[in-house]
């Protein structure tokens, strides 16, 4: 028709290049993705190890100390009342200050990880290849919209004119074609009887 096989192509080359942005967009999330979930399993692993060396390292101490307190005070039970008295305050002092030394430094930690910043973390590959992808959609999108330099006289900008405007007509109609359809499989309500 007039101009329509041109138009089909461009829409297709179109196409092709968004599904290509796509993939590679998603390249670039698992890859981001990827990195981030390293960094934060690699701290949750060295955090697991602080805690239960630290742990141990707690216990025996307090150990050691209920019984040196408890050979100076000739009385082992003391010794060790006095240390669990004593673990109970640093309990209630940790409880106190849970937020400052523990939920915020967590909560800093993933907002580091997981905000989107500007400039995701790509590889450079990845970022060369969406850059090339976003001009050619780019130059793609423009070339199927201006009629500029296509058309070398009236009537033939016309025809174009005219099978866009077609297409475009296809389109909508199309697309109010299957809204219907799905009102009327989905959007009805059902009736009493």
Not at 96 to 120: A, G, Q
């Amino acid at each position: 028709m007039f101009g329509f096989s041109d138009t089909k192509q461009q829409i297709q080359d179109l196409l092709l290049e968004t599904r290509n942005y796509a993939g590679l967009q998603k390249k670039a999330l698992l890859a981001e993705l990827r990195d981030k979930l390293s960094i934060l399993l690699s701290q949750l692993a060295i955090a697991v190890v602080c805690l239960v060396l630290g742990g141990m390292v707690l216990l025996f101490f307090s150990f050691f100390l209920a019984y040196i307190l408890g050979q100076a005070m000739n009385n082992t039970a003391l010794g060790f009342a006095c240390v669990t008295a004593l673990v109970l305050l640093m309990l209630l002092v940790f409880w106190h200050y849970r937020t400052k030394w523990v939920i915020t430094p967590i909560t800093n930690l993933l907002i580091k990880l997981f905000v989107v910043d500007e400039e995701p973390l790509q590889t450079e590959q990845i970022a060369g290849d969406l850059k090339q992808s976003r001009t050619r959609l780019s130059d793609n999108f423009h070339q199927m919209m201006s009629s500029d330099g296509k058309a070398t006289n009236r009537v033939e900008s016309f025809s174009n004119w005219l099978s866009r405007g077609l297409a475009a007509y296809e389109g909508l109609r199309l697309g109010l074609s299957v809204i219907r359809a799905f009102t009327s499989i989905f959007g009805h309500k059902r009736h009493r009887r």
